[in-house]
């Protein structure tokens, strides 16, 4: 009689994806809970919440960094951000190039998908150029917010701060050792500077970054990167008017600020939603208006294959690019000479939906388990999905449910809608059509 031998169905690289950032969350809740991590006790919950916004590089915190964890804790934060910046199966097939192994299909589909490359071929150089851009970003950084710091705090202090600081901002975490997060460096250009420029690469994507680096003349981009650095600097612009224009007068945030100081304030709070999650002004005493238009910045979010999350620029330019057309009568929408393919139109639209379902179903539960104000809820859960960090100053006050929660949508903006949908929805392509019919809408 004869066996046939059942073939070990490998793990997609969606769910590889996500189980990776399920693995790195535990391990940062085991290592948060040790003895000599805190200074105070904290809960099971309280160590999986942190764990959870560090890995996904969110920056919201049900304590005060500095006062609760040791060195040691903030170390393992540190550690934490990184890996869930780049990720951990990135620096696990890292690892075996150093060693000198050999890089299976697998592992190069899984690079493939987590950076959003072209193609198989090529993946592990561009993995390589990945973190040695990384690296070398945060190495620069940290040497010159280490002339800012280390004058004012001393060399050890100087540049602990520096280096945790650049690796938080690049990453686009959020989190910060300071009380008051940033507030206390509004007068500081530099600082703003250094860490706006450092959480503005990370959140542009590395596809993006790759392509400008490699290519000399800006009509050598492809269509992504254009799209991706035109609409960043024009979105941050108007963002940056805005607020200017409706805090300017706000004694509680920059209406005190000199009329330069409130530039560079409305210029950092304007690309900090997208999804770093410093703030330079108490998020809680900012105008509704400018906290409405903070919510859609999170939103929006970053760019693809980068340490940002929410919908994604692109997806949010995909989106608005086909309503235009559609008004104005034109069939396929297009830019900068070139068509978007119906199948970008339609990933777009269920990118931006099953991102809607999650924020309500969130926020419907949280409305039940939690005794909060509606716009603070409805505030903490497009930060937590868009792993922006900012918050109107009830995370501590969340209840164990409501941390659990927050929690699980950290993780799913984390790991995206599309990896989310390839992980529960089997897809399958149909041989036949069915006959059109008409549907009325609007």
């Not at 059942?6 to 085991?30: D, E, Q, Y």
């Not at 108007?238 to 509680?252: G, Q, S, T, V």
Request: charged share 15%.
């Amino acid at each position: 009689m004869n066996v046939k031998k059942r073939r070990k169905k490998s793990m997609s690289p969606p769910a590889l994806i996500a189980s990776s950032f399920v693995i790195t969350i535990l391990i940062g809740t085991l290592l948060l809970k040790l003895p000599f991590a805190t200074k105070v006790p904290i809960t099971w919950v309280q160590a999986l919440f942190t764990a959870t916004s560090a890995t996904t590089v969110t920056g919201l915190s049900v304590f005060d960094i500095s006062s609760t964890l040791t060195v040691f804790g903030e170390i393992v934060l540190l550690l934490l951000i990184q890996i869930g910046g780049v990720g951990l199966m990135a620096f696990a097939v890292a690892i075996l190039i150093i060693l000198g192994r050999k890089v299976g299909m697998k592992n190069r589909i899984f690079i493939q998908e987590t950076f959003s490359y072209h193609s198989i071929g090529g993946t592990v150089k561009f993995l390589r150029e990945i973190l040695l851009f990384v690296f070398t970003t945060e190495g620069i950084a940290f040497i010159a917010l280490s002339f800012v710091w280390v004058p004012e705090y001393g060399w050890k202090d100087g540049l602990y701060y520096s280096l945790f600081h650049v690796v938080s901002a690049f990453n686009n975490a959020g989190f910060s050792l300071f009380p008051d997060n940033l507030i206390a460096f509004t007068d500081q250009p530099a600082v703003i500077v250094i860490l706006s420029a450092l959480f503005i690469i990370g959140g542009i994507g590395f596809v993006v970054v790759m392509d400008t680096l490699q290519k000399r003349s800006i009509r050598q981009w492809t269509l992504h990167t254009k799209v991706m650095i035109y609409s960043t600097i024009t979105l941050n612009g108007i963002a940056m008017l805005f607020l200017l224009i409706m805090e300017y007068h706000n004694d509680k945030t920059i209406g005190n600020l000199s009329f330069f100081d409130k530039l560079w304030t409305s210029y950092f709070q304007s690309v900090t939603p997208r999804t770093a999650g410093f703030n330079m002004v108490p998020m809680e005493d900012m105008e509704e208006s400018s906290l409405l238009l903070t919510l859609l910045l999170m939103f929006i979010g970053g760019g693809s294959a980068s340490t940002a999350s929410g919908i994604k620029l692109t997806t949010f330019i995909v989106i608005l690019l086909t309503t235009l057309s559609y008004f104005r009568g034109i069939r396929e929408p297009h830019i900068f000479n070139r068509t978007i393919k119906t199948e970008i139109i339609f990933r777009s639209m269920a990118i931006a939906a099953v991102s809607s379902g999650v924020i309500f179903i969130a926020l419907f539960f949280l409305t039940i388990t939690e005794k909060i104000p509606f716009l603070p809820l409805l505030f903490e859960t497009v930060s937590a999905y868009g792993t922006v960090g900012l918050s109107l100053g009830i995370t501590s006050n969340l209840s164990p449910f409501g941390e659990v929660i927050i929690c699980i949508v950290m993780f799913l903006g984390r790991i995206g809608p599309l990896t989310l949908f390839f992980l529960l929805i089997r897809t399958k392509k149909e041989s036949y059509y069915y006959s059109y019919d008409h549907v009325h809408t609007g």
